[in-house]
């Protein structure tokens, strides 16, 4: 028995198999969410995690908008 370990797509935390929720787009993209609130923030806000401090994909110096 393996652990199949995948980071969340929107805050890259780790998601272990058997927990957290799979998308599969329509496009064949797959994407994995460790909790619903990084679901709703990817899919329903379209917000960008890089610009949240609770993700680890978070930029300090911020990022330039264009």
């Not at 995948?6 to 064949?28: E, H, Q, W, Y």
């Not at 994909?57 to 990022?63: A, D, E, P, V």
């Amino acid at each position: 028995m393996s652990l199949i370990v995948k980071p969340c797509s929107f805050c890259d935390r780790p998601v272990a198999k058997g927990s957290g929720t799979m998308l599969v787009k329509n496009d064949g993209t797959v994407l994995w969410f460790c909790s619903p609130k990084c679901k709703k923030n990817m899919l329903v806000l379209k917000r960008d995690p890089r610009t949240l401090k609770w993700t680890k994909k978070y930029q300090k110096g911020g990022i330039i908008k264009k």
